[in-house]
């Protein structure tokens, strides 16, 4: 069955968050470099639009996605990626942090934290810090199929636990097997305010 995701095609990719233009509303994804966001804007648009690849560091600017007009679907560069210039790295955060705070139309950022791993210290830092901002950030755990199904209740309450919330206020997904994806689609869909509409192309 369509879904109003199915529409999302790519509009522009910025290293200036002052030049994005107008929006209405916007769903962001943010989290370590690798940690799977560009994967999982796939899975829930359901088509190759955002590139991912195993090498860390393969977003590098703002990518823009449009699910309808002026409502978007946000791709950032990961942060803790070791390699690169330290000055280019450094203009990545400023890019990052520059655009979060300058969007007024942000609607959830997505922080993806792996669901094996934990959260790093860095994912730590950012969640402090879009708490600070007041900012409305939801947890993601990803690439859950990597976490044994037996073991998957506990590390779900682990990983919570770990970020300050409950379990269920955890989003558990895997983009490669479709865990949680549907939810999400639908959770994104409302946020942007496109719940319910049909596809334009599909
Ligand atoms: N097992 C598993 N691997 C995944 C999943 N999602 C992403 N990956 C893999 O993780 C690697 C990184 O994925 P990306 O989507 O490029 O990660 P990213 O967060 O966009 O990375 P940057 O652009 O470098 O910040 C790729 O090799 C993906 O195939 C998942 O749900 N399960
Ligand atoms: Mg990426």
């Known amino acids: 069955m369509a879904h109003a995701?199915?529409?999302?095609?790519?509009?522009?990719?910025e290293t200036d968050p002052g030049k994005l233009g107008p929006?209405?509303?916007?769903?962001?994804?943010?989290?370590?470099?690798n940690s799977g966001k560009s994967t999982m804007i796939n899975a829930l648009c359901r088509k190759e639009l955002a590139r991912a690849s195993s090498t860390p560091g393969r977003t590098r600017t703002i990518n823009v996605y449009q699910a309808a007009p002026q409502r978007r679907i946000v791709d950032l560069p990961g942060y803790g990626f070791a390699s690169g210039p330290a000055q280019s790295r450094e203009g990545w955060g400023a890019m990052i942090e520059g655009y979060l705070t300058s969007s007024r139309t942000l609607a959830a950022i997505?922080?993806?934290?792996?669901?094996?791993?934990?959260?790093?210290?860095l994912d730590l830092e950012m969640l402090n810090w879009l708490q600070a901002e007041g900012l409305p950030w939801r947890v993601v755990a990803t690439k859950t199929d990597q976490v044994k199904s037996s073991r998957a209740f506990v590390r779900r309450r682990e990983v919570a636990q770990a970020v300050g919330l409950a379990p269920e206020a955890l989003a558990w997904v895997s983009s490669q097997e479709g865990t949680g994806i549907g939810e999400l689609r639908n959770e994104v869909a409302k946020l942007l305010g496109i719940a319910g509409k049909k596809s334009q192309t599909a």
């Open 23 to 33: 929006s209405a509303a916007e769903v962001a994804f943010v989290g370590r470099s």
């Open 5 to 13: 995701l199915d529409a999302v095609a790519f509009l522009l990719s």
């Open 110 to 121: 997505f922080v993806l934290v792996d669901a094996k791993l934990g959260p790093t210290k």
